[in-house]
């Protein structure tokens, strides 16, 4: 008997509220990938591309709409003129990248004329966007040298440590973090190595976790980190908990074990349920650090590469996350509620504000080249 064709996939993309998804294949090069756009409101949706080992399609979809979702509230809140959107290559990232496969999926980038700009994440690189670029100009997070912003970990780590900063100031009274323990989870990747630099600086001791140690080495070395097993992070007797590997991680079976006053790091999608987790943090008296506020450097810098980059100019507007931080705490504690719906209200409220009409937008690329100032 045939089997019953059902809805769930439009269905899930209804509940996260999105414009529109595009599926992309290209048997060729093996490309199987999702692309999410949330919203195009406040401009063209901005976000990077995640190549990830999915078990199957529905949970890299589930991915992308959770991830191109969270771009939207980043830009709003971060007060920048993009919408929200994301990738995600279905395959493994040590074994499976080649020249095709990224050109392929940048074809399809190129068919969305300027609707969807892509950048690297999480599997993918600087090098894995130049091969974007040779079919698209709607890429940002390119090398250095062809005019783009390079990696954008470095200002992400800096955005993540104001905003730690912020928390601090609100817990202990002073935005100082010396003699504070910071658990760092995936502190071996990009953006966890930046903020133990940032850290140590400050006097921080670093307690560092990774699921592959000899990228932590360095860190023992340099900044005389400790190194701790990956299971023990969330019952680690520390100040701060900072994720910095992948989402999900404050959940039902982690909350529970954590000794920390506060969660704040770079991971996108922290809490496995954004409305659930949130509470349960605040009544056990943890501060959250909503991850798309203080993650916004990443952002940031990409979308200045739009304007013609200046790194100066994307650090100052990075910095501004601990005001931004600070005011979201001071709406919480005054109106009674999370940090992560101030946050999201805030995100909305801009969104809504600016978006007149129902109708999609469509944007040129003649446009995209104007922002690009090249
Ligand atoms: P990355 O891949 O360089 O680093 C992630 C690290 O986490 C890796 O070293 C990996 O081995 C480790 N890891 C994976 N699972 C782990 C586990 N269970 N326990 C401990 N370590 C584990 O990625 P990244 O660019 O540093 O990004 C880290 C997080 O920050 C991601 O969630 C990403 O979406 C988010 N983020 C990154 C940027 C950026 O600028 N790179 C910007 C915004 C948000």
Not at 10 to 33: D, P, R, T, W
Not at 94 to 105: D, G, H, I, P
Not at 121 to 135: A, L, P, Q, R
Not at 144 to 156: A, F, N, Q, W
Request: aromatic share 8%; hydrophobic share 35%; charged share 25%.
């Amino acid at each position: 008997m045939m089997e019953k064709a059902t809805f769930g996939t439009f269905n899930m993309i209804e509940s996260h509220g999105h414009e529109q998804v595009v599926y992309c294949s290209h048997k060729e090069s093996g490309l199987k990938a999702i692309i999410g756009i949330h919203s195009t409101t406040l401009g063209p949706a901005l976000g990077g591309c995640r190549m990830w080992n999915y078990a199957n399609g529905e949970d890299a979809l589930l991915d992308v709409l959770r991830l191109s979702k969270g771009m939207t509230y980043k830009a709003a809140i971060a007060g920048l003129n993009v919408g929200g959107g994301k990738a995600v290559i279905i395959g493994d990232n040590r074994t499976q990248k080649s020249e095709a496969l990224f050109r392929a999926f940048g074809r399809f980038v190129e068919g969305l004329s300027g609707r969807y700009i892509t950048a690297e994440d999480v599997g993918t690189s600087v090098k894995d966007m130049e091969y974007v670029m040779m079919e698209t100009r709607n890429v940002t997070g390119i090398p250095i040298e062809l005019g783009g912003s390079g990696d954008p970990s470095p200002v992400t780590a800096y955005g993540v440590y104001m905003g730690m900063k912020a928390c601090a100031k609100e817990v202990y009274g002073s935005d100082s973090l010396e003699g504070k323990k910071v658990v760092i989870q995936g502190a071996g990747g990009h953006v966890g190595n930046h903020l133990c630099g940032y850290l140590h600086k400050e006097g921080v001791k670093l307690f560092v976790s990774d699921i592959y140690e000899d990228k932590l080495k360095h860190l023992v070395e340099d900044y005389k980190a400790e190194v701790i097993g990956v299971d023990d992070v969330y019952g680690f007797d520390a100040d701060i908990f900072s994720p910095a590997a992948l989402g999900s991680v404050i959940n039902d079976e982690t909350i529970p074990q954590l000794k920390v006053k506060i969660v704040a790091g770079a991971a996108n999608n922290q809490l496995k349920d954004e409305d659930k987790h949130a509470s349960i943090l605040r009544e056990r008296g943890i501060l959250y650090a909503p991850d798309y506020v203080i993650n916004s450097g990443g952002l940031i810098n990409v979308h200045s590469e739009l304007e013609g980059y200046n790194r100066d100019r994307a650090l100052k507007k990075t910095s501004e996350i601990f005001d931004v931080m600070t005011n979201i705490i001071e709406i919480s504690k005054k109106e009674n509620k999370t940090t992560d719906i101030a946050a999201r209200e805030i995100a909305i409220k801009r969104v809504e504000s600016v978006s007149n009409s129902k109708k999609i937008r469509i944007y040129r690329d003649k446009n995209l080249f104007n922002m690009r100032n090249i």
